[in-house]
């Protein structure tokens, strides 16, 4: 299975700034997804980041509140713009583990706290 | 509108005891069905799944069940070990393999000595 490597692993933000989390895969992958978690809340998919086009968004979330990178197909970033209250959530980076295998690997995730 | 229901948020069962967490899902265009375990600081991992075209599926103390006409599956934990406290999520995905998973909120499995 694939090692994924998200940083930062925590922060704390003030409101009103912008944070990009970095998520790193150790092989080669199509897909990437983008996950939230907010506090007692389910895993919600954010967008799904296919390598040379653009991100797929989710019903409820927008490009401009969170854009994405994809440069590679062992990288891509996340940035939460614009930060409020509301986004303070675990940010979960994952990756399928071999086309169709229906299985996706999470990092660790990243705790952000927006003051 | 939660696709995928899991309406314990949390069970508390003795250890060597069978724990049994429950999931619901509402939307019949879900084929694959996972559970994932998922320690604090930790990002959720794999467990167990299953295939719509079976109602079972074993490894080791883990046995998940699907009932497809009830839109129901469970997942069996025998015996129930220490280590098996976590919050166990399930989650489903439409065929195709191109979307992401749909989760449940999840319920924390708490294993007494």
């Known amino acids: 299975s694939a090692v994924i490597s998200q940083k930062p692993s925590r922060d704390i933000c003030q409101r009103g700034t912008s944070l990009t989390i970095q998520c790193q895969v150790d092989s080669q992958v199509t897909m990437m997804f983008w996950y939230r978690q907010q506090p007692g809340q389910s895993l919600t998919l954010i967008a799904t980041?296919?390598?040379?086009?653009?991100?797929?968004?989710e019903s409820g979330f927008v490009i401009d509140k969170f854009p994405i990178s994809r440069p590679n197909l062992t990288f891509s970033t996340l940035t939460v713009s614009n930060m409020s209250p509301e986004d303070s959530s675990i940010y979960l980076c994952s990756v399928e583990v071999g086309a169709g295998a229906n299985v996706l690997t999470f990092g660790a995730g990243s705790r952000l706290t927006v003051l | 509108d939660q696709q995928v229901k899991q309406n314990s948020p949390s069970l508390s069962v003795q250890e060597g005891r069978i724990s049994i967490l429950n999931c619901d899902y509402t939307n019949s265009m879900f084929d694959y069905f996972l559970w994932y375990k998922k320690y604090p600081a930790e990002g959720p991992t794999f467990l167990i799944s299953i295939s719509s075209i079976k109602d079972k599926n074993e490894d080791g103390r883990f046995t998940v069940f699907l009932n497809k006409s009830a839109k129901h599956l469970s997942l069996h934990i025998v015996p129930s070990q220490p280590g098996d406290s976590a919050v166990y999520f399930c989650a489903a995905r439409r065929g195709g393999g191109a979307d992401g998973l749909t989760f449940g909120k999840g319920t924390h499995l708490i294993i007494q000595p």
């Open positions: 980041a296919n390598q040379g086009s653009e991100a797929t968004y």
